[in-house]
């Protein structure tokens, strides 16, 4: 399963916003009033959760019921989350509780979305909070937190003789050839046919910086791509192994489901990834009858001051539908499912609480000393970004950096540079 990561979710498309007032609800739809009232009535919960609806999802039913007696909550599993979920959002039946599909800009969600509270108050609680904002006020809060980096295989590691964990791109590249030099392994599977997982390179802004506006300074640079910039760093390594001979050997068949098998079983070195990928390829590598403990996750390989840095930003947004007939009974389980599902541990991933911990899988990741960066948030960004009709977090663009570097294409590194920096330059000044 694919969980999206908003951090890379640059690109966004409106919708056309359904009514904003709601139907004979339990309260009104001011700032923060979805917490008013007892929690009473029956709320449907969608979720792209199709592998632990029927089991983890009906334990939470079950404790949050007993909780609160007067509310029945209901789910719906839908496997295709963003497109199901858009279309619905044409009506006023998107359910009471829903994480937000990447497509819906920011700008409209209060139109879908009840107000959950002020951002320097839930601030104080909770991480990520300016990711679903408009003008100081939140509309949602991540489901869980993302850490960007690389995820391998111990074993392969290991039998490469690699002993340290690299910290610069030339290194990484270096480990990658003795990955192809002494073993069988494809050092570093781009899923380049799915594509999505191909984006990875955007979810690393920050990481050579440590500057957690990357974003936003992304958004004022007329040349993005020019030598020596962030953006052109984390690109140009996407583009060097793949000119090394140190991806797929047709990447033009890579398959998403299978890439977490056969780095279960030591067939692949490594995978750009966020954080959220470990406990799914443990659980591939305890399928297949492998060690689940030989799945580590790295830092993305550049220091700063020393430490390595990983931009980490939120998963799914949870929200409650402003059309939905109990808000009382939708927060309680916003609440809830935020605060004390323990869902951010099960998915491996960083808490949306601040106070908590993180999950164990991600104990080794910390021993590296790495620093979490949580990014600025840069709506022009994504305005820039269409209006270039780039695709930051689409894989169209990175294609063509394989491409170029696996010689499939008469395209070089610096042209399809140039190109994107003329074309970016031209958005900015359009966009203003």
Not at 82 to 88: A, Q, S
Not at 198 to 212: E, H, R
Not at 373 to 381: I, Q, S, V
């Amino acid at each position: 399963m694919r969980i999206a990561v908003a951090a890379a979710a640059v690109v966004t498309l409106s919708l056309t916003a359904a009514c904003s007032s709601g139907g004979d609800d339990d309260t009104s739809s001011d700032g923060g009033s979805a917490s008013a009232g007892a929690p009473s009535g029956d709320i449907l919960v969608l979720t792209n959760r199709t592998d632990l609806v029927d089991t983890t999802f009906q334990d939470y039913k079950k404790t949050f019921e007993a909780k609160y007696p007067d509310v029945k909550v209901k789910f719906e599993a839908l496997t295709d989350y963003e497109g199901e979920v858009k279309t619905r959002m044409n009506t006023k039946d998107y359910g009471d509780v829903l994480l937000i599909p990447n497509s819906v800009s920011v700008a409209d969600y209060p139109d879908f979305f009840e107000p959950i509270g002020k951002t320097d108050e839930l601030a104080k609680t909770y991480s990520f909070v300016n990711e679903a904002a408009v003008d100081g006020t939140a509309y949602g809060l991540a489901t869980f937190g993302n850490a960007n980096g690389v995820v391998y295989n111990k074993d392969v590691f290991k039998a490469a003789g690699i002993t340290a964990l690299p910290t610069t791109p030339q290194e990484f590249v270096a480990d990658m050839q003795a990955i192809k030099d002494k073993t069988d392994a494809v050092p570093f599977y781009t899923n380049y046919k799915d594509g999505w997982p191909l984006t990875w390179p955007q979810s690393w802004m920050g990481a050579v910086s440590g500057d957690k506006d990357a974003l936003v300074k992304m958004a004022t640079d007329d040349a993005p791509w020019a030598d020596g910039k962030e953006k052109a760093t984390v690109d140009s390594l996407l583009f060097d192994v793949a000119k090394a001979g140190l991806i797929e050997e047709d990447p033009t068949t890579t398959n998403w489901e299978n890439s977490k098998n056969l780095i279960a079983t030591g067939k692949i070195g490594a995978m750009a990834l966020g954080s959220w990928a470990v406990p799914q390829m443990q659980d591939a590598a305890t399928k297949a009858g492998a060690d689940p403990a030989s799945i580590g996750f790295m830092p993305p390989p550049f220091l700063v001051d020393g430490k390595p840095v990983s931009p980490v930003g939120g998963d799914y947004k949870l929200a409650i539908n402003v059309n939905s007939d109990h808000k009382a009974a939708a927060r309680a389980w916003f609440d809830w499912f935020i605060n004390d599902s323990g869902f951010y541990d099960l998915a491996g991933a960083l808490p949306t609480v601040t106070a908590n911990p993180a999950p164990a899988n991600l104990k080794d990741f910390e021993a590296t000393g790495v620093q979490y960066l949580e990014m600025t948030p840069e709506a022009k960004l994504s305005a820039i970004d269409n209006q270039a009709e780039i695709g930051l977090g689409q894989p169209d663009y990175y294609r063509q950096l394989v491409d170029a570097g696996r010689g499939a294409s008469k395209d070089t590194k610096e042209s399809i540079f140039e190109g994107l920096d003329t074309k970016w330059a031209a958005a900015r000044a359009s966009v203003g």
